[in-house]
C-alpha cells in the first residue's frame, strides 16, 4: 500500500485547510485510516482516525470541533478538513493506513505534509 498526501501548506490562524491522502497498491487489504502529526520535538500524535466499514470516527481533543476527517471507499482516499486552524495546529501530517498481511497486521505510513500556521 502506498500513501500520499497533499494539501498542505501556509494559512493564518482562523483558516482552513484540507487535507488528502491516496491510497493505491493493495487497498483491499485497509481497514481503518487516520491522520496524525508532529510538531518540532513532539511525538507523533493521532489527529483523527475513521474505521473502514462503519465510519466511525474519533478526534483528538484537541482539534475535536474543529476538525472533520472523512474517506471515500470507491476512491480509496481520505481527507481531513481542518477549520479555524491555530498555531499549535502547525506541524508534519501524515497519513496511515492500517492494514493486513496475512494473520498480521502492517501499518503504511504517507511521507507526510506540512501544515504552517501564522498568527
Known amino acids: 500500500v502506498q500513501l500520499v498526501e497533499s494539501g498542505g501548506g501556509l494559512v493564518q490562524a482562523g483558516d482552513s485547510l484540507r487535507l488528502s491522502c491516496a491510497a493505491s497498491?493493495?487497498?483491499?487489504?485497509?481497514?481503518?485510516m487516520g491522520w496524525y502529526r508532529q510538531a518540532p520535538g513532539n511525538q507523533r500524535e493521532l489527529v483523527a482516525r475513521?474505521?473502514?466499514?462503519?465510519?466511525?470516527?474519533n478526534y483528538a481533543d484537541s482539534v475535536k470541533g474543529r476538525f472533520t476527517i472523512s474517506r471515500d471507499n470507491a476512491k480509496n482516499t481520505m481527507s481531513l478538513q481542518m477549520n479555524s486552524l491555530k498555531v499549535e495546529d502547525a506541524a508534519v501530517y501524515y497519513c496511515?493506513?492500517?492494514?493486513?498481511?496475512?494473520?498480521?497486521?502492517?501499518?503504511?505510513w504517507g511521507q507526510g505534509t506540512q501544515v504552517t500556521v501564522s498568527s
Open positions: 497498491g493493495s487497498t483491499s487489504s485497509i481497514n481503518a
Open positions: 496511515k493506513a492500517e492494514g493486513r498481511s496475512g494473520y498480521y497486521r502492517v501499518d503504511y
Open positions: 475513521i474505521t473502514g466499514a462503519s465510519g466511525t470516527t
